[in-house]
């Protein structure tokens, strides 16, 4: 089951990495392409201009073939057209094209917003993920990072949490059975036997660590055979902010915070 669950970690890495390359060969070509029709568009409403004016007095036309060969393009018979159709199909035909290039420079100017925010998301050595409803997201994400997990410590106060999602409490029994998961509470073992209940609590007593004077810590230190990652909950509604689950993922700025992060949390693991 791990190896698969490796595996398909694996081939959405990979596919990340594609997508990420693709996305910056696409935007280069649109700009690439913005440039050539900017040009295209500059050239011919030059032509248009000095066509318009040559033809209103009668002088023969300096750019006369050019704005032919745009009125050709789409198909009209130039024999057929005196010279005021002449002058308002090209007009038209200037205008609609002018209008496609300004909503393409707008496209590809949205698409490269996009692009940098999601890279500087990417490189944010801390990742949010946004909480809708308190006690079923929240878990739901810290069971995402359980699964496969080699070694996991909880800092948490009763656990009663635990309980809330079928998924998060399966793989805590799978890790507390593997002897792969730590459970350090700053309340007491009373308290905790009390919310999550003595057969549970007889579950997983071996794993428990009850320490003083650490109030109000709340997170979880994750390590797999390939990455590691520090998970915390940061709740700002009351001053109108947002219920986010915090990730500093095993990214190269963040290796030293989570080594660090690792030592602080392996005392409690013994």
């Not at 998060?168 to 890790?175: A, Q, S, T």
């Not at 998961?181 to 428990?208: D, H, L, P």
């Amino acid at each position: 089951m791990n190896v698969i669950f490796y595996t398909c970690r694996k081939y959405l890495h990979n596919l990340t990495i594609f997508i990420s390359k693709a996305s910056s060969f696409l935007t280069s070509l649109f700009m690439i392409l913005s440039i050539i029709a900017m040009f295209i568009v500059t050239f011919a409403l030059i032509s248009f201009t000095l066509t318009q004016f040559t033809l209103s007095n009668e002088i023969p036309p300096l750019l006369k073939q050019s704005s032919d060969f745009f009125l050709s393009l789409v198909g009209f018979d130039l024999a057929k057209l005196d010279e005021k159709k002449y002058i308002g199909l090209l007009s038209a035909l200037i205008g609609s094209f002018t209008v496609l290039v300004t909503l393409w420079f707008a496209i590809t100017t949205l698409v490269s917003y996009l692009k940098n925010i999601k890279e500087l998301k990417d490189k944010s050595l801390i990742q949010k993920k946004l909480i809708v409803t308190d006690g079923e997201d929240d878990l739901r994400i810290m069971n995402e990072y359980y699964q496969g997990a080699d070694s996991v410590i909880v800092f948490a106060g009763d656990f009663s949490w635990i309980q809330k999602n079928d998924n998060l409490k399966k793989e805590i029994e799978k890790l507390s059975k593997d002897d792969k998961i730590r459970f350090v509470s700053y309340k007491t073992e009373n308290v905790v036997k009390a919310k999550i209940g003595e057969q549970m609590y007889e579950q997983f007593k071996s794993q428990f660590r009850f320490v003083d004077g650490h109030r109000e810590i709340k997170c979880s230190f994750v390590k797999s055979s390939q990455s590691s990652v520090f998970l915390y909950k940061v709740d700002k509604r009351k001053s109108g902010g947002e219920n986010n689950v915090c990730i500093i993922p095993n990214k190269e700025n963040a290796q030293y915070l989570l080594e660090t992060l690792e030592k602080l949390c392996d005392k409690y693991a013994k």
